[in-house]
């Protein structure tokens, strides 16, 4: 095979896994499959619920208007993915091509993307954090 059959044969298979199961990993382990990854596909998530859409959470759930279970985001495809949710990464093997979840199992990998996103700034108050009405989404 040449060099150019080896590098497209690498970008098709192999073992990738995506470490933020949100929109961000949803959006791109889809994204793989589309365009002919058809490797092994890992999706490790800290949260016990599979990838959800934040913006109707201050704009609907807490109003009432929808319930948190209704904001799952839609899939745009099958993903034929293993998922690894409720299970954070704690560490990395950079050298071994390996990911720790906090459970403590490894998961190797020949390519990772880390879609962690960002954490919500708790109200710097801690008693102003305590009223009525004061929510960290
Ligand atoms: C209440 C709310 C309202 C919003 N409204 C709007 C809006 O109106 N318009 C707009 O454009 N945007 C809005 N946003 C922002 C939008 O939701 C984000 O831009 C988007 O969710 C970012 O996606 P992401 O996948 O990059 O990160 P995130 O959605 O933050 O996902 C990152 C994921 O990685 C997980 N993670 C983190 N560390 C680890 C780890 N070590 N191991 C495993 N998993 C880990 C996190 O738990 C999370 O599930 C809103 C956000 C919130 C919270």
């Given at each position: ?23 961000a ?7 793989l ?8 596909l ?9 990838p ?81 009405g004061?929510?960290?989404?």
């Amino acid at each position: 095979m040449n060099g150019d059959g080896s590098l497209e044969q690498l970008r098709r298979e192999g073992r990738i896994v995506v470490v933020g199961a949100s929109l961000a990993g949803l959006r791109a382990a889809e994204t793989l499959r589309e365009k002919g990854f058809t490797g092994s596909l890992t999706m490790v998530g800290d949260e016990p619920y599979e990838p959800y859409d934040r913006p109707p959470l201050s704009k609907q759930v807490l109003l009432g208007k929808a319930a948190a279970e209704r904001t799952a985001l839609p899939r745009r495809r099958a993903l034929d993915a293993t998922w690894r949710l409720g299970s954070a990464a704690t560490g990395l093997d950079l050298a071994a091509r390996r990911v720790r979840l906090a459970d403590g199992d490894e998961v190797p990998y020949d390519r990772l993307l880390i879609a962690t996103g960002v954490r919500a700034r708790p109200w710097p108050n801690p008693a102003e954090a305590e009223l009525d009405g004061v929510f960290v989404l």
